[in-house]
């Protein structure tokens, strides 16, 4: 299963509210998605699985949502520590699929 | 403190060979699928193999399958990559990261990589 996400760079300030895309190339269970963030330098974090059930400690200002091809990562006011890239993940079949990222910026 | 430490990683050879450790701490491991995930420099994520908590499944990406052997030992707290045949493709930080629950979840908890460089 391919994951495509756009776009591929988000230049917004700090406040500002974000919006991430990532679509399947087949449809998949609301269940098998997550979405992570990487900065600079450091491992992917955990942040939303079963499309929109956030992990552990993550704030609520993040969320997910989306059905069959299409999911959707929100943050809905960006802290200066959120500029960073986001990746999804289908995890329902094998091989374990990750999209190629989204870059949020800072404008 | 949960915990993943890789470990092993260095410069090698087109067509060498290498063995990753990740040693885990914190949580019950033997209840745990865990993964290898590798990035290649300035690029994205890719999964490369899971095992299950047991180590009776085993899954691969294609572009490692039948080079790369996954295993681990329960009663170490260990999780292992055996790699072989390697390429300049392979050239990437590896990290260890355990899957949330059953294999079929995300990846709650991640190592801090261990880095792998194919070169002549």
């Known amino acids: 299963i391919v994951l495509t996400q756009s776009p591929g760079i988000l230049s917004l300030s700090p406040g500002e509210r974000a919006t991430l895309s990532c679509r399947a190339s087949q449809s998949i269970s609301s269940r098998n998605l997550g979405w992570y963030q990487q900065k600079p330098g450091q491992a992917p974090r955990f942040l939303i699985y079963?499309?929109?059930s956030r992990a552990t400690g993550i704030p609520d200002r993040f969320s997910g949502s989306g059905s069959g091809t299409d999911f959707t990562l929100t943050i809905t006011r960006l802290e200066p520590e959120d500029f960073a890239v986001y990746y999804c993940q289908q995890y329902g079949s094998s091989p374990w699929t990750f999209g190629q990222g989204t870059k949020v910026e800072i404008k | 403190e949960v915990q993943l430490v890789e470990s092993g990683g260095a410069v090698v050879q087109p067509g060498g060979s290498l063995r990753l450790s990740c040693a885990a701490s914190?949580?019950?491991?033997?209840?745990?699928?865990m993964n290898w995930v590798r990035q290649p420099p300035g690029k994205g994520l890719e999964w490369v193999s899971l095992?299950?908590?047991?180590?009776?499944?085993?899954y691969y990406a294609d572009s490692v399958k039948g080079r790369f052997t996954i295993s681990r030992d329960n009663s170490k707290n260990s999780l292992y990559l055996e790699m072989n045949s390697l390429t300049i493709e392979d050239t990437a930080l590896y990290y260890c990261?355990?899957?949330?629950?059953?294999?079929?979840?995300?990846?709650?908890?991640w190592g801090q990589g261990t880095m792998v460089i194919v070169s002549s």
């Open positions: 914190g949580f019950t491991f033997d209840d745990c699928s």
């Open positions: 079963a499309a929109s």
């Open positions: 095992i299950s908590w047991e180590g009776g499944s085993t």
């Open positions: 990261a355990k899957s949330q629950g059953s294999s079929w979840s995300g990846f709650d908890i």
